[in-house]
């Protein structure tokens, strides 16, 4: 679509989480004890594991479900993920790694432009919701992308969606709703 | 009721009286029928004299079944689950409603609000507090009227983002399209509020023009609106001369101090603020300001360009000063004293191939963590210097500084400055120089596994072990954890005790839900003492109270302990009847009670010492005859039979650390009581 014809708009992906499964079970306390850089939180009973490279934080379970979050791409939240996998390997259980799935994807992105966002609202109106009282800025939700909007009236928006192909979409989508009440130039 | 032929006659004319409930053939008299089944409204006589209908009313879209009405007796008899909601819904909003100054027509809008939600099943898992809340907040925002979320958030006291949400998902459910809220709605509420008297109208248009100044001026878009009229009333305040403080607002708009600054300093940015006040009130400025955030994004932009100028004129200062360092650094080079020990050779072999394995290990792109790696690397190296040669340490830190300052530097800085620096522990040196490159050069694996095999592409094994500790770290890390988390432990070992032992006796319950704690009666007591007793029957608190020393405590002066001691003749009679009238002692109301808590320890602990208990209480029976006859006869029934368990127990009494009776009680108790006496 060609939504942007002069300038491009840079959509900045900050936080990808993803998940996957080890299919095996795994002792907390092991892991935890064995592992450098590790928080063990018995009250919830998860294990926290950070890695350096790439920056992802796990939360493992000992049923062996394991969510990643922090990386900035697809490929990067899988490459974590079976680093993390095969550490678990050498800490000595027999992890599989199966069901990997990204679950969400968040992104930012600025427009070039200031939005009136009374305006955007009311030009959308089911799907477009503002309340100044409670968040600065209009929540928009695009059902058919399962995807949400976060629009401020700098032009910053933030969109988080189920993937990074779904969020780009959104951007194209919103992009001439918001041109349309645009402010000011930058 | 079809018209029947008579058996008898075979005439078809047939009278049916309603009221007897008679089918009667006209013709032979013969009765048809009798006791008719008649559909009519009956009247019953109530109580009250009044006459009410027989049977119940059943709402078209209900279901129509009827609750049985042997357990659940409610005051909503007999009605359906559907209207009972709906009538709780209603009495609710109107609680609520009336507390808002809401009219009629607002509450009834509210409730069909609310019917609707019912109808949608938006009340299912949902507070109907929450529900309720929404609905009011609807109708406000729908009416225009001056009430905000907050306030409905204040009655109910729960969180506003919860309230908002719940009003959020309403909205869109029911396809209401609430309109925005306009800042200046809220003007004559907060005016009012503040009290500006006579001249009230006057400020609130000043504040409202100032609001619609502020709104053209791009303030308000994404703020709070209380945090706009807030500042708006404030600055209307002063211009009509009253003088109300910063928190006085605050307090009526609900926002904090910070917010309200932040506000009124940009407005103070807007070219606005600097008109007179007549001038304002006469004149509109033209022109349109900028929104503060674009503002605040100039002055960013324009602070980057400075520092990136900034950047290039260090650089070109940066090579002057490299070109001092290199002739501070011959200087020292030619004065420094031989290397001796291990490290003389390591600082000869890697000065050789230093400036080679430097530029090999950083093929062209920066990552942060290299240049993180090199940081921390070269922060070592002159650490190490620093202590062998100190003069070369001076350079070395006054470099590390420049450093510092440009990030931006330039790659083909890195082989001149090792050079500088001297033997560099190289990424080689390290053992890093396999990560580092694996890292680089690394790409991303695809085709994964479905049989749930490992890939192993991409990943190195090295970086990873690192990971793992070896076995004297987990040792160490064994003991902190298990120091660290030594309560949680313990817990969850005295849980499986527990269970364990449970499972023996075979009455292990499995998750023992929270079981409501059992309502205690008020304890009704017409004296402090009487109080006591009946409270410490109920906690049963300890087999080793000596309950006499209890009940004494509330008496004057006569110390029981210094008093000569009858003991007495028959031990076991004179025990009971010095136990009542000592109770009776107890009840003296004439006695002080300030002695008490002094008394109390050495009582106590007395008392709890090796020595039988029997004489001290001989001693107390003596006193208690003593006083027996300034005490007013009270009867307490409970009394000894409380006493003699409590009596029998002691005899066999073990040494036992000093608890204060206060802190077996539980001191609230006991103050209170010590209290009351003592107005007495």
Not at chain 1, 44 to 66: D, E, F, H
Not at chain 2, 406 to 428: I, K, W
Not at chain 2, 571 to 589: D, E, F, Q, T, V
Request: proline share 5%; glycine share 6%.
């Amino acid at each position: 679509m060609e939504a942007n014809n002069d300038v491009a708009l840079d959509i900045i992906i900050t936080n990808v989480v993803s998940v996957f499964r080890t299919r095996c079970h795994l002792n907390l306390r092991t892991i935890a004890l064995e592992g450098s850089n590790v928080i063990y939180k018995p009250e919830v009973g998860k294990v926290l594991m950070k890695l350096r490279k790439p920056r992802i934080t796990a939360s493992i379970w000992s049923s062996g479900k394991i969510i990643c979050t922090g990386a900035t791409s697809e490929e990067e939240a899988k490459l974590g993920a079976r680093r993390l996998a095969r550490c678990l390997q050498k800490l000595g259980f027999k992890v599989k790694f199966t069901a990997f799935k990204v679950v969400n994807v968040l992104a930012v992105c600025t427009m070039p432009f200031h939005i009136h966002l009374i305006q955007f609202t009311k030009n959308n109106r089911p799907i477009a919701s503002y309340e100044p009282e409670l968040h600065p800025a209009a929540s928009y939700r695009i059902k058919n992308l399962k995807a949400t909007v976060q629009v401020f009236s700098t032009g910053s928006i933030t969109v988080t969606g189920p993937n990074v192909r779904h969020v780009a979409m959104a951007v194209e989508q919103i992009y001439p709703l918001l041109f349309e009440c645009k402010s000011t130039m930058r | 009721m079809s018209s029947r032929v008579c058996k008898t006659c075979g005439c078809t004319d047939i009278d049916i009286d309603q009221a007897r409930g008679n089918a009667v053939c006209m013709g032979c008299g013969s009765v048809l029928e009798d006791n008719i089944i008649v559909s009519e409204v009956t009247f019953v006589e109530n109580s009250g004299g009044g006459s009410s209908a027989v049977g119940q009313f059943v709402a078209s879209d209900g279901t129509g079944k009827t609750p049985v009405l042997g357990s659940g007796f409610h005051t909503t008899l007999g009605k359906e689950s559907r209207a009972q909601t709906l009538l709780n819904g209603k009495r609710q909003i109107n609680h609520l409603g009336h507390q808002l100054q809401l009219n009629q027509h607002c509450l009834d809008t509210a409730f069909n609000f609310f019917k609707m939600a019912v109808c949608k099943h938006l009340t299912r898992g949902r507070k109907m507090a929450h529900v309720v809340a929404a609905c009011l907040y609807l109708v406000c925002r729908t009416e225009g009227t001056p009430h905000m979320l907050l306030d409905l958030s204040d009655l109910l006291q729960v969180n506003v983002y919860i309230l908002g949400r719940t009003f959020l998902l309403l909205a869109r459910e029911l396809c209401i399209n609430a309109p925005a809220i306009d800042p200046c709605l809220y003007i004559p509420r907060f005016a009012h509020m503040l009290e500006f008297g006579e001249k009230n109208h006057e400020v609130s248009m000043t504040a409202l023009r100032l609001l619609q100044r502020m709104k053209r001026d791009w303030m308000h878009t994404g703020r709070r609106p209380s945090g706009l009229c807030g500042a708006a009333l404030l600055v209307a305040a002063r211009m009509h001369e009253f003088r109300r403080t910063v928190k006085e607002v605050i307090s009526v708009v609900k926002v904090c101090e910070a917010t309200l600054r932040k506000r009124l300093t940009e407005f103070e940015d807007t070219p606005t603020s600097q008109l007179t006040i007549d001038e304002f009130m006469r004149v509109d400025l033209e022109q349109e300001c900028d929104p503060p955030s674009f503002t605040a994004g100039q002055r960013k932009l324009r602070l980057q360009q400075l520092e990136h100028e900034l950047a290039k004129k260090i650089d070109e200062v940066q090579g002057e000063i490299c070109s001092y360092q290199d002739e501070i650094e011959l200087e020292l080079e030619s004065s420094r004293p031989k290397l001796k020990g291990p490290y003389a050779s390591y600082a000869r072999e890697d000065s050789s191939d230093d400036s080679v394995s430097v530029a090999s290990g950083l093929p062209g792109n920066e990552d942060d963590a290299d240049e993180e790696l090199k940081a921390a690397a070269q922060q070592l190296t002159k650490d190490f210097y620093s202590e062998l040669m100190p003069g070369a340490g001076e350079a070395s830190r006054a470099e590390e500084g420049s450093e510092a300052e440009s990030e931006q530097v330039v790659l083909p800085r890195y082989p001149p400055l090792a050079s500088l620096l001297g033997p560099l522990p190289t990424a080689a040196s390290l053992g890093l120089s396999e990560s580092i490159q694996k890292c680089i050069t690394e790409k991303d694996v695809d085709g994964n596994s479905e049989n749930g095999e490992l890939d192993l592409k991409g990943i190195d094994d090295d970086e990873i072990e690192r990971y793992i500790l070896n076995e004297k770290e987990v040792k160490i890390k064994t003991e902190l954890w298990m120091q660290q988390n030594a309560d949680y432990l313990k817990e969850q070992k005295e849980k499986e005790e527990r269970i364990a032992k449970e499972k023996e006796l075979g009455i292990y319950k499995e998750q023992k839900p929270k079981r409501p704690p059992k309502k205690r009666e008020p304890i009704r007591a017409s004296t402090a003492g009487e109080a006591i007793e009946k409270m410490l029957e109920q906690k049963k608190i300890s087999s080793k109270i000596n309950y006499d020393v209890l009940r004494d405590l509330d008496k004057k002066g006569s110390s029981p302990g210094a008093q000569p001691e009858e003991t007495p003749s028959s031990p076991g009679g004179r025990k009971l009847s010095g136990r009542r009238k000592r109770n009776m002692a107890a009840l003296g109301l004439g006695n002080p009670i300030s002695s008490v808590g002094k008394r109390l320890r050495p009582l106590i602990s007395a008392h709890v010492g090796k020595k039988p208990a029997s004489s001290q209480q001989a001693a107390k029976a003596s006193a208690a005859v003593v006083t027996a006859e300034t005490s007013q006869p009270v009867v307490v029934e409970s009394g000894p039979v409380v006493y003699e368990d409590a009596m029998e127990e002691e005899e066999e009494e073990e040494e036992e650390p000093c608890v204060s009776a206060m802190q077996l009680m539980g001191g609230n108790d006991y103050g209170c009581d010590v209290d009351d006496d003592d107005g007495l």
